[in-house]
């Protein structure tokens, strides 16, 4: 199975909206940091939270479900790296919007124009 395949897979096995998924800021988060990184164990991750193991653990989970996130065991240590396939719907989606406002703040300044003449 190829890259490509393999998002395809991820994509489709989902089980959790990805716009649920990042509504929590803890989860906007952790994506950020998973991001900037090729992987990281919980607890790095861990560290850079006011709250525990388990709760860090449920967000990533819920990122997880939503194909954001892929883990793999190393020892017994669970890295954890991001999967940022699944945002091209958010992408879609705002994208969509973008054009939506990019055409009004287009008239609002022809409509100003007008009026300044």
Known sequence: MNENENENENENNQSRDVF???AD???RRLIELLAG???LPL???TAQFQ???TAVSKHLTILKEAGLVLDR???RETRFRLN???LREIQ???AFYSKFWSANLLRLNQLLEEEAE
């Open 43 to 45: 607890h790095e991750l």
């Open 20 to 22: 649920d998924a990042v």
């Open 73 to 75: 065991k190393v020892g």
């Open 84 to 86: 940022a396939a699944p």
């Open 92 to 94: 879609d989606w705002v």
């Open 51 to 53: 709250m525990g193991r």
């Open 37 to 39: 990184a090729e992987e």
């Open 25 to 27: 800021p803890t989860r």
